[in-house]
């Protein structure tokens, strides 16, 4: 720590940090093919089914239940949610565009702002020539 102490750090006794990593899954083209259209039918496979899905195929439950449908549903849940932070950031760009229409109508803006994307520092101001 900050004075110099030298502190033990104790981890659990079941933590073997000795033990090799689990190798990483490598489906085939034809396994993800037939993972997919699964998982547009139902995003959860249990029982039965899983262990079908399993043996057709040649992989164990585990690879289908966690490795692929559980990363498949996270994968789905931030594609959502990156789509939804799109939207709303589109809906505030437009309600900033109407607001902007606005005080142009009302005559309180006497020009209008450029958008701050297509702004850099070496640009010249507004109605000067850049040569593009």
Known sequence: DAKGTIREIVLPKGL??????????????EQLYRLELEFQRCQYVVGRER??????LNLSETQVRVVW????RTKQKKDQSRDSEKRSTATSESFATCNILRLLEQGRLLSV?????LLSPTSNPIGSPTGN
Not at 69 to 72: E, G, I, V
């Open 16 to 29: 073997d940090l000795d033990r090799p990593k689990r190798t990483r899954t490598s489906f085939t083209a």
């Open 51 to 56: 262990t079908e899905l399993a043996r057709q």
């Open 69 to 72: 449908f559980q990363n498949r």
């Open 113 to 117: 702002p450029a958008p701050p994307s």
